[in-house]
């Protein structure tokens, strides 16, 4: 009652079982990405939203009906910050940004981590940590501007997570 459960065996409640070494690969991942902070921002949404869409997927349960919801908001938010990022990336022509890089990175965080809110919380704390660098390096206000609106968004889904954990005594 109140885990994250899904259809295929994946349990992502209390303890992220499925991949055992979710924070080595993310922190391995992390350490691979290009200098560009746009290269680490596109990599984690990336990542994010293959977790956030694979939890959509293969949610089931009591909480099914809002969790189902809730992460197919969450999935489609990410790929649309993910393609805002690297138009911007390429449109103020950071030479370092490199989204077949960037993609790569995603998957490889993507494959080494577990399914479970308790992961999408260490993600989006990532992906906080490479949106406060962004910001810092941005020339232009409105790169900044892009890099603020996704700060944002990402507080309101670590927000909305905290608050489904907490519901469900997890």
Known sequence: AGRLVFAHGRAGGRANVARPHASVGL???QKQLSISPMNSIAAILRALNLLYHE???YVS???FAGDHKMLGGFYEEVIEDFDDICEEALSIKDEDFNEREANKNGFKIYSESAIGFRTFLNV???LQD?????????KKIGT??????IATKSSKRIYKIQQRLKSSGV
């Open 61 to 63: 349960g009591a909480s």
């Open 124 to 126: 989006e704390s990532k």
């Open 27 to 29: 922190a391995k991942a």
């Open 130 to 138: 490479a949106l406060e660098a962004g910001n810092k390096s941005a």
């Open 55 to 57: 939890a959509h997927h």
């Open 144 to 149: 900044q501007n892009l890099i603020q609106g």
